[in-house]
């Protein structure tokens, strides 16, 4: 199986197609295997990664304190690994913010964006001030099982069949590392940095994704050259609630790019 080694962890990685690149980047509790329909039909023509960010799916997680700027020199390293010098870099929700830290930090490597349910800060407004502190002191005391149920009954509401991919991808998270995890994804901050976008941007919005619907309409309008898309029937499991649409617009936008 396909491991590199970067600042203490083993990250897994698979890699299909050729041509121009296209790094999918998970949401947190799940794995690369979340973009099986993606890889199944943009490998035709494009190379498309799939990996498991530190300490989910088959990566290794080091024994201390979890910073989430790893998250985004893990990418880098992954990129480097593979001699792939620029990417269309594609992320849901915290693999969205990974890569959107990506395009902030590391602009040369990206050739432009792809963010799905992705949002942007953790202190977007009072709400989430007092509700993210205990979302996360919560963590600690809920069973794996109990957040894979929850998951997996509404983060797809319009696609039953993703259920079990959901349940299994959060199962496989030992708890305590999940509670080491999750303090670091929930403090990722970009809001004071969404102007720094230099790339094309397509940003996609489940219908019914109540989740990051207000982050990514703000988004689209702090981000130059981004554009907003809703997609219809489809939670905060986007593209696999929806994997036709969203497949549609990935490929109309990664084509608009190679004729401008």
Known sequence: MPFFSHNNSEIYYEVAGSGDAILFTHGASWDHAQWRPQVEELSNDYKTIVWDVRGHGKSTLPDRKVDSEEFSSDLIALLQHLGIKQAHLCGLSMGGHISLQTAIRYPSYVQSLLLIGTPFTNTYNWFEKLAIPLNRLSSRFIPMSLMASIQAKTLSTFNKNNADYIKKSVLSIPHKQWV?????????????????????????????????????????????????????????????????QVNNLIMKHLVSLERS
């Open 180 to 244: 080491r995890i999750w303090d670091a994804v929930s403090r990722m901050e970009s809001k004071e940095d969404l102007h720094k976008v230099s790339c094309p941007t397509l940003i996609l919005q489940g219908d019914h994704d109540t989740m990051t619907a207000r982050q990514q309409k703000e988004m689209a309008n702090k981000i130059p050259h981004a554009t907003l898309v809703y997609i219809e029937n489809a939670h905060h499991a986007t593209n696999l609630d929806n994997p036709v």
